[in-house]
């Protein structure tokens, strides 16, 4: 309570930019490179700052910002995205307070303030892909790529986790095998049905991890990266189907749902998953008049647009356990 109000804050850094590389020995192989935009923010307890000029209670951003380098160097051994949010949390979450703190005339001043009771930490990858030079991987040479791994997650000082990790930016288009017909007629529809049209959109997914506490991490470490390139290579089959003759999509609903469906049959340690696919139109080109038809549309000129688009969304839920 602040008055006769009541006050909940959060503090912390964004955009913190860490690069990490770790350089095996030759004879092991690669170097390893990582670039991510960090964000912590921190629920604790210095609402007193807030209220009067007490900030005796604050863990400065500053410091949040420094610790992001600090445990950057601390972990000498490769480590996903997902991990490292984890150690952060857990070191925001643990460290504060660092015990009672007494004031000049003896009394307890800070058991109390200063607690992180929840912090979240949010990342932001910038691909770097390995090269591939006369077709072999390159032990030390990057490019970056297109699409887009994120995460979010979230320690109490409970313990308690979660875990989301995303994909932003994975734009993906076909060329056929896409129709959209039989919705509703009334007078404000223009859109003739249609069994052949381009469809393409730039897919933003999110997906929960079952881990719900921190004793609930596998001890040998569960690999988050390895399973975001699993998510996006089965995002992609299922959108696109088989190389050759690809499969027919009634609707972007259609599509959406049976992505998120495949990921999670697929992936037991995927307890959720969320998918925005706006439908990026690709409008049929008709230029001309009467006596000038310039341009008569045949499936093969179009307006490329992503304004106005379509929003298409859904999420896909285990049930919950009845335990
Ligand atoms: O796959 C589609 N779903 C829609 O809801 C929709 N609406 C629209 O105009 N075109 C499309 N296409």
């Given at each position: ?20 590389v ?5 004879a092991?192989?690669?170097h390893v ?6 964000a ?6 210095c ?10 209670a ?7 910002k420094?610790t ?20 952060l949390?857990?070191?925001?979450t ?9 004031d ?11 607690q992180?009771s ?16 006369d077709?072999?991987?390159h ?5 970056v ?18 875990i989301?990790?995303g994909i ?7 060329t ?10 009334d007078?404000?529809?223009?859109l003739?049905?249609?069994r052949?049209?381009?469809?393409a ?6 997906w ?13 470490p ?13 995002l ?19 599509t959406?749902?049976?992505?998120a469906?495949?990921v ?14 706006p ?5 049929p ?5 009467k ?8 499936d ?17 839920s ?6």
């Amino acid at each position: 309570m602040a008055g006769n109000f009541e006050l909940q804050g959060r503090h912390g850094k964004s955009r913190v930019r860490v690069s990490r590389v770790w350089r095996r020995p030759a004879a092991a192989g690669c170097h390893v490179i990582v670039e991510w935009s960090v964000a912590v923010s921190v629920v604790s307890d210095c609402l007193p700052s807030y209220t009067s000029s007490d900030n005796s209670a604050i863990v400065a951003t500053d410091s949040i910002k420094n610790t992001v380098y600090v445990k950057a160097k601390e972990c000498t051994e490769v480590v996903s995205m997902e991990e490292f949010a984890v150690i952060l949390g857990r070191h925001f979450t643990s460290l504060y307070p660092q015990g009672p703190r007494w004031d000049f005339y003896g009394s307890l001043r800070a058991a109390v303030f200063g607690q992180v009771s929840e912090a979240t930490v949010t990342i932001v990858e910038r691909p770097w892909e390995r090269v591939v030079v006369d077709g072999k991987p390159h032990s030390h040479g990057f490019k970056v790529g297109v699409e887009k791994h994120s995460t979010e997650v979230i320690v109490k000082k409970s313990g308690s986790l979660l875990i989301n990790s995303g994909i932003q930016g994975y734009s993906l288009l076909k060329t056929t095998q896409s129709g959209f017909e039989g919705f509703v007629t009334d007078r404000y529809r223009l859109l003739p049905d249609t069994r052949e049209r381009i469809v393409a959109t730039e897919v933003t997914a999110w997906w929960r991890y079952p881990f719900e506490h921190v004793s609930q991490l596998p001890s040998k470490p569960f690999c988050f990266t390895q399973r975001y390139q699993d998510v996006k290579e089965v995002l992609s089959e299922t959108f696109f189907g088989p190389p050759d003759v690809g499969v027919y999509s009634p609707s972007v609903q259609n599509t959406l749902y049976l992505m998120a469906k495949e990921v999670l049959t697929r992936f037991p340690d995927i307890s959720s998953i969320q998918l925005r696919m706006p439908n990026l139109h690709f409008l049929p080109v008709n230029l001309g008049s009467k006596e000038n038809p310039l341009v008569k549309f045949a499936d093969d000129v179009y307006l490329p647009t992503n304004e106005p688009h379509g929003t298409i969304e859904a999420t896909l839920s285990r049930p919950m356990s009845k335990l």
